[in-house]
Structure formats: structure tokens, C-alpha cells
């Protein structure tokens, strides 16, 4: 699960067009623990992602990065939640 909210960010990030640097400045908090958020060394956080979902340029929401979709039928086109699975290690995510 963690990997697939990573991953959702990585592609939020990219489509805005702002770097890693420029999205920690706006938050307010260092470039290395956004790194180590992007890269599952540190947790992402129900505030952070709030805060993320605030900045305007990334256009998305709160939830879509706690809970991301995936395509689970092409002709169906219906969305799922993914289920949770056990996490690689312990304090993936707070809630």
C-alpha cells in the first residue's frame, strides 16, 4: 500500500511540473524529509498529506493521496480501493 501512495505522489509531482525542492519550500519543511517521504524512510502523515492536497499546483486531494484508485476492469471502467496489505515495516502510515 505504501509503495502504491508513493508511487500516486511520484505521479502527482511529475504532471504539476514542480520539483521536489520547490514542494518542501512550499510546505515549509526540509528537502531531505520529503526525500525520505518519497522514498518510504519516513512516514506520510494524514496532516502532511493534507497539506500536500493544499498546495494548488498539484491539483489533487486529500484522500486521493491517502487512498488511491486503480482500474479494475478496462471495459467496466470501475474504480476500487485497493486493499491494505501488511506493511514492509512497522509505522507505514498514521492515521
Keep these: 500500500m505504501v509503495n502504491i501512495i508513493l508511487t500516486k505522489l511520484k505521479i502527482i509531482f511529475?504532471?504539476?511540473?514542480?520539483?521536489?525542492?520547490?514542494i518542501a519550500k512550499i510546505l515549509g519543511i526540509n528537502e531531505i524529509h520529503l526525500s525520505k517521504i518519497m522514498n518510504g524512510k519516513a512516514s506520510l502523515t494524514q496532516k502532511m498529506a493534507h497539506n500536500?492536497?493544499?498546495?494548488?499546483?498539484l491539483n489533487t486531494t486529500?484522500?486521493?493521496i491517502l487512498y488511491p484508485f486503480i482500474?479494475?476492469?478496462?471495459?467496466?471502467?470501475?474504480?476500487q480501493l485497493i486493499k491494505i496489505t501488511k506493511p514492509k515495516y512497522f509505522g507505514c502510515l498514521i492515521y
Excluded: F
Design 71 to 79: 482500474e479494475n476492469d478496462q471495459k467496466k471502467k470501475k474504480n
Design 62 to 64: 486529500e484522500q486521493e
Design 14 to 22: 511529475k504532471k504539476s511540473g514542480l520539483k521536489q525542492k520547490k
Design 52 to 57: 500536500l492536497a493544499m498546495i494548488s499546483e
